[in-house]
């Protein structure tokens, strides 16, 4: 009598290191985030941006699997220290706690908050996830606690080798 494994993994309950449980066109996957993203080319996000002539609203976007971010033509990543009210295109600018993953292929979970009232820490946005990628960042983010709030991204340098 042979008997054959049956894998007690279904869907994506056991999706591989540095791959995430990503959904294209109504498939749910296994994909690596470093191929399966979205671009976010948005001016507005740049933490030199100081227009307060429009506030946005990352709590509008239906967020959904992996975001990369740009400045022009440039990568870009979200900053690791507190940004000033009333940049990045809104009044409460999201930034990340802690850093960014230095392993390539690495997946970091950081905390994510909005500088208000005089305080960095007065929007707990929630926790998003952070990959490295060959040369970039994705990012997996969640849908702000309040209107008002939006992702904010500063120029991107990553160091290689000498």
Not at 61 to 71: D, E, M
Not at 82 to 87: G, L, T
Not at 110 to 130: D, L, M
Request: overall charge neutral.
């Amino acid at each position: 009598l042979v008997l054959s494994a049956v894998s007690s993994c279904t869907g994506c309950d056991c999706c591989a290191s540095g791959t995430d449980c990503i959904t294209t066109n109504g498939v749910v996957q296994c994909l690596d985030p470093c191929a399966t993203y979205t671009v976010l080319n948005d001016t507005w996000r740049s933490t030199e941006y100081t227009d307060r002539t429009i506030y946005r609203c990352d709590r509008n976007i239906v967020w959904s699997g992996w975001y990369r971010f740009y400045l022009g033509q440039s990568s870009a990543r979200m900053p690791e220290k507190c940004v000033a009210e009333y940049h990045c295109g809104t009044a409460a600018p999201m930034w990340i706690n802690g850093a960014h993953p230095v392993q390539l292929n690495e997946i970091v979970t950081r905390s994510v908050f909005g500088a208000w009232a005089g305080s960095c820490f007065n929007f707990a946005a929630s926790t998003i996830q952070i990959k490295l990628c060959s040369g970039f960042y994705v990012y997996k983010v969640q849908l702000p606690s309040y209107c008002q709030l939006a992702y904010c991204t500063g120029t991107h340098q990553l160091c290689s080798p000498v």
